[in-house]
């Protein structure tokens, strides 16, 4: 049998997020010309597989098959692989995995993995509505649970009550990834900083969430190669930034399915991410950044705790003693995450990576120092389902 | 920007009468369309029910027409017991989906010990807000959602439908 091949992320980009006067088709071509100036050379016929992520993309379009109209979009070829994926706010990160696995087993050379949202519809009420589709439209969705600020604060809840976590701890997170979007010219809230006051001062969405514990209502697009180790090395004179392992788990569609104790305790991330773990051969303590999900400020803070950064019921003081900033011990979202760079689903992911692979290159606007290790973090709808992603500088030996 | 015009048809008229709206809200309930309608025909008794396999005793919630534990096709309707705790509640005052009244209540609710659910997300209805808080008993309860009508053979049928929240428990 052949030896599997290492799969290698290249570059990337993404189009400006925020509410864009732009369609789907526009703003991937705009985030594939980003993509081409961070990879000088690259050519639409260098790719051979393309894995389009996107949950909306049939309703923004009006077409069910939009691979194919993608890759004609985006002048390429497919002769691997040409599909959509939709596994809502993890997309392009599923797709990653995807990617990976064909280029290991010698399927595929070079995937474009891009993905792209309009979230911003040409009425507001649709928006809101739309969100009906995200859960199991027969059980929870009949209940009304549509945008996700309503189930996310009653995880607040649980782990205020359970492990004493507060208000200013959440909004420690806020304030520090608006501090790190500061900069991102491509972040929804780029140059807008934010302030403790500001956050406990905000109107209230939902208790006990303020404006700036919610991230918001995003358009974009992003795009990555992921290649073979050989063809990468073609692709550029960068150092190789390797994908070393990945865990995807999903317990549950519906409420009742739920896989926790209590709504603060994410089994299913745990899990996710010691697979992860395994596959790259390294521990959490080796992660020198991490790209996590934070949808909501109390997401961050239980996302670190799952993924091993700090113990159980500690990433309140984790988030709040610094230790997510660039000199901390675990920098996360370092372009400014959900919150301050918005959420087009599918996008998200690959947008994550991008920052990553900047950041495992020495290239990143809010740089680590000597980042060996990054991990990515998706989880989808209301917490049904967690993919983890871990690159190193080195392949797994 | 053109002013709106009320003679003006917007949209797409050719689907006027016959899709109410884009994205039905509501599951299909009847036989025609869902092999799980004993689920709603019992609601409409008002009895919360759901399948238990023959084969393996195995109880699960949303009900099945093949078990998640061994796969078998020999199910059971059963009875759930109606009443429930509220652990977490949020109300949405503004901005609830388009067919939910502000404001939306929902709630994150724990069974007792001998309930085959452990928890569940759900609606709260016929409760002000500020009246229900963490620990209060709630109970189950149906009402009438909108009918739709599905082509059965020649004729178009109209599918009366009903759903179910729960309520607080007077004291």
């Not at chain 1, 599909?83 to 809502?88: A, G, I, Y």
């Not at chain 1, 920098?331 to 087009?344: F, I, M, Q, S």
């Not at chain 2, 003006?8 to 309930?29: A, F, H, N, T």
């Not at chain 2, 209060?136 to 929240?165: G, H, L, M, N, W």
Request: aromatic share 8%.
């Amino acid at each position: 049998m052949a030896e599997k091949k290492k799969a290698c992320i290249v570059g990337g980009g993404t189009c400006k997020f925020g509410v864009r006067a732009a369609t789907i088709f526009d703003m991937l071509q705009e985030a594939a010309h980003a993509m081409s100036q961070d990879i000088p050379g690259l050519k639409p016929k260098d790719i051979d597989g393309l894995i389009f992520a996107s949950t909306t993309a049939g309703r923004n379009s009006n077409s069910l098959n939009t691979a194919p109209i993608v890759a004609h979009r985006l002048g390429i070829k497919p002769s691997s692989i040409c599909v959509r994926v939709d596994t809502l706010c993890s997309g392009s990160n599923t797709a990653i995995i995807l990617a990976t696995g064909l280029i290991e087993s010698g399927i595929s050379d070079v995937v474009l993995v891009c993905g792209t949202e309009k979230l911003n519809l040409p009425q507001r009420w649709e928006s809101i509505y739309m969100n009906l589709m995200t859960n199991d439209h027969d059980w929870d969705s009949a209940m009304g649970l549509a945008v996700p600020p309503p189930f996310f604060g009653m995880i607040a809840d649980a782990h205020m009550k359970k492990y004493g976590t507060t208000k200013e701890q959440m909004g420690s997170v806020s304030v520090t990834n608006y501090a790190y979007g500061f900069n991102n010219p491509n972040a929804q809230f780029g140059g807008k900083s934010l302030t403790i006051d500001d956050y406990l001062n905000a109107r209230t969405v939902c208790d006990p969430f303020g404006l700036n514990d919610c991230c918001p209502v995003t358009d974009g697009a992003s795009a990555v190669i992921i290649a073979s180790e050989e063809r990468a090395k073609a692709m550029t004179n960068r150092p190789l930034v390797y994908i070393r392992g990945t865990g995807q788990v999903a317990t549950h569609g519906m409420s009742a399915g739920w896989p926790g104790e209590t709504l603060a305790d994410w089994p299913h991330l745990k899990k996710a991410g010691e697979i992860a773990y395994k596959a790259a051969q390294i521990t959490p303590k080796d992660i020198d950044v991490a790209q996590t999900h934070d949808c909501f400020s109390i997401s961050e803070i239980v996302e670190v705790e799952e993924l091993g950064f700090c113990k159980k019921g500690e990433g309140g003081a984790f988030v709040a003693s610094g230790q997510v900033k660039v000199d901390g011990q675990t920098p996360t979202n370092t372009d400014g995450g959900l919150l301050a760079v918005g959420h087009p689903y599918g996008a998200t992911g690959a947008r994550q990576a991008v920052e990553i692979c900047k950041q495992l290159q020495g290239r990143a606007l809010n740089q680590v120092k000597n980042a060996k290790f990054g991990l990515t973090h998706n989880l989808s709808g209301v917490c049904a389902q967690h993919t983890v992603v871990i690159y190193g500088t080195e392949p797994v030996k | 920007m053109a002013e709106l015009k009320s003679a003006k048809i917007y949209g797409v008229p050719q689907l006027d009468g016959k899709y109410s709206v884009v994205l039905d809200m509501w599951p299909l309930e009847d036989p025609e369309q869902n092999r799980l309608y004993p689920f709603y025909d019992n609601m409409k008794q008002g009895r919360w029910t759901t399948t238990k396999c023959k084969k393996c005793g195995y109880i699960s919630y949303p009900p099945v027409v093949a078990c998640p534990n061994c796969w078998g096709d020999e199910l059971e309707w059963i009875d759930l017991p109606k009443t429930a705790k509220v652990v977490s509640l949020t109300e949405t005052m503004a901005g609830a989906p388009l067919g939910f009244d502000s404001p939306l209540i929902v709630a994150w609710l724990g069974f007792d010990k001998s309930h085959p659910l452990k928890h569940l997300f759900v609606r709260i209805i016929n409760c002000q807000a500020g009246q229900l808080k963490p620990g209060d008993e709630v109970q189950f309860v149906t009402f009438e959602v909108p009918s739709i009508p599905i082509d059965v053979k020649k004729e178009t049928k109209i599918c009366d439908r009903v759903y179910y929240a729960f309520e607080p428990v007077k004291k």
